[in-house]
T-cell receptor, first 112, second 111 residues
C-alpha cells in the first residue's frame, strides 16, 4: 500500500554544519511532495515543496531533492542553526488526490 | 491575516463523555482535515472534508465524527471518549492538491 517513511528517526548535527534528512516513498503515482517542520508544542509548518516534474528546488537555506528512480526525497538545510531543532516530516500527495500521506518524522537536534 | 485556529488548546475529560474539538479557518479553503498525533505514529488522518456537507473517513475514524455545515468550520466529536483517544489533535486546511496549513493543536487527555 501507500507509505512514506524515513531512513533515520533522529539526526544530530553541529551548529553551522549542513543537515540532510532523507525520506523514501513507495507510491510511484505520487506527484507532489512537501516537507514540514514541527517545533515542540506547535503544529507542522510548511517548509518547501516539489512537484514530480522537478528534481531539485531551493528555498532560503533549504533544498529539496527528488529522485523518482529510487523514490527518494531529501531535505538539505544549510548552516544549521539552533532554531532548526524540530521534527521534520515528509509528505506526499498522489496524482489526482487531495490527501497527504505523512512519514513518521525525523528529529533534528543541534549541538552547540 | 488568514489563519486556522483550534479550541480548546487543552482538554481533560472522563471516559464515556462526549467531547467536541473546534477548528476554524479563515483561508476560505475547501479542504479540511483532522489528524491525531501520538508518539511513534506521526500524523494519522481521522476525518476530512472537501467542501460543505462533504465528510470522509480517514485511517483512524472509529469513535470520531465530523460535520461540515459551512466552509470555515470542521468540528471533531468524540462520541464516547476512551483512554485510547488521549492524544494531540491537529486540524488542517488546504486549497485543492496543495500544501496543508495546520492549526496549533489540541491536547486531549481522557481519564
Amino acid at each position: 500500500g501507500e507509505s512514506v517513511g524515513l531512513h533515520l528517526p533522529t539526526l544530530s548535527v553541529q551548529e553551522g554544519d549542513n543537515s540532510i534528512i532523507n525520506c523514501a516513498y513507495s507510491n510511484s503515482a505520487s506527484d507532489y511532495f512537501i516537507w514540514y517542520k514541527q517545533e515542540s508544542g506547535k503544529g507542522p509548518q510548511f517548509i518547501i515543496d516539489i512537484r514530480s516534474n522537478m528534481d531539485k528546488r531551493q528555498g532560503q537555506r533549504v533544498t529539496v531533492l527528488l529522485n523518482k528512480t529510487v523514490k527518494h526525497l531529501s531535505l538539505q538545510i544549510a548552516a544549521t542553526q539552533p532554531g532548526d531543532s524540530a521534527v521534520y516530516f515528509c509528505a506526499e500527495i498522489a496524482q489526482g488526490a487531495q490527501k497527504l500521506v505523512f512519514g513518521q518524522g525525523t528529529r533534528l537536534t543541534i549541538n552547540p | 491575516d488568514a489563519e486556522i485556529t483550534q479550541s480548546p488548546r487543552h482538554k481533560i475529560t472522563e471516559t464515556g463523555r462526549q467531547v467536541t474539538l473546534a477548528c476554524h479557518q479563515t483561508w476560505n479553503h475547501n479542504n479540511m482535515f483532522w489528524y491525531r498525533q501520538d508518539l511513534g505514529h506521526g500524523l494519522r488522518l481521522i476525518h476530512y472534508s472537501y467542501g460543505v456537507h462533504d465528510t470522509n473517513k480517514g485511517e483512524v475514524s472509529d469513535g470520531y465524527s465530523v460535520s461540515r455545515s459551512n466552509t470555515e468550520d470542521l468540528p471533531l466529536t468524540l462520541e464516547s471518549a476512551a483512554s485510547s483517544q488521549t492524544s494531540v489533535y491537529f486540524c488542517a486546511s488546504s486549497r485543492g492538491s496543495s500544501e496543508q496549513y495546520f492549526g496549533p493543536g489540541t491536547r486531549l487527555t481522557v481519564t
